[in-house]
């Protein structure tokens, strides 16, 4: 109910200044074609206030994106994979003491739920190179933001950022002559990693997703 007096406010403030304007320069439309004049300038206003806000939130995701726009995909080796078997957590002692000793919860390794039970799991050892020239104000790229979409997937800001279907579960880096277990760093550059993902049975095809950026083609064997 306020936002529709804010809005009939808003109308009732144009309509004064455009039937104010046309009485100073002596224009001749009647009262109601400056009210329609009115409405239509909070339509165009409304929806140019919608675009910059859009444009305004988006915009640092666009940048941090940037990096990986046009990189390339190398897959060295992809192999389908049995679900690993994941972890308990230790339950948390109870205040005044006591062993926690084969207490345990049914928590995942990042305390997140488990893939569906039918999802398809896979292991890829594969290189990212990003496009040589980066001008942008980000020039690292973190592996651990690489995200796993089915290959015709929308990747534009207006597209939703998780398409449900997918989920790397896993990010190792070469370092050294071998992967180890990425801690959220980032990187310039090209990268060789090691991914383990999560992939509905409905997937054949898939892509990795960095914000808003889509490379790669991922063919998924047969589990």
Not at 14 to 33: E, K, N, R, Y
Not at 47 to 59: E, M, Q
Not at 116 to 144: H, K, L
Request: aromatic share 10%; proline share 7%.
């Amino acid at each position: 109910m306020f936002g529709w007096i804010l809005r009939v406010l808003a109308v009732g403030v144009l309509f004064l200044v455009i039937h104010g304007a046309q009485s100073l320069i002596g224009a001749g439309l009647p009262w109601w074609g400056s009210l329609v004049a009115a409405l239509i300038a909070y339509v165009v206003m409304g929806l140019a206030a919608k675009a910059l806000f859009f444009k305004a939130v988006t915009a640092p995701f666009k940048a941090k994106g940037a990096p990986l726009r046009g990189a390339r995909l190398v897959i060295h080796e992809l192999a389908a994979m049995a679900a690993p078997v994941r972890r308990a957590q230790p339950a948390l002692a109870m205040a005044g003491g006591g062993s926690d000793e084969g207490s345990c919860d049914d928590a995942s390794d990042e305390g997140r739920d488990a893939p569906p039970a039918d999802w398809r799991w896979y292991r890829m050892d594969a290189t990212i190179s990003p496009p040589v020239v980066n001008c942008g104000p980000f020039r690292a790229w973190a592996p651990g933001e690489l995200m796993v979409v089915p290959f015709d997937a929308d990747t534009s800001p207006k597209a939703p950022s998780d398409h449900g279907v997918g989920r790397i579960e896993r990010v190792e880096v070469f370092h050294d002559g071998g992967f180890v277990e990425d801690e959220g760093m980032s990187f310039e550059g090209e990268q060789r990693l090691r991914l383990e993902m999560a992939c509905s049975p409905e997937v054949t095809v898939a892509k990795l997703r960095y914000y808003f950026e889509g490379f790669g083609t991922i063919e998924l064997p047969k589990a």
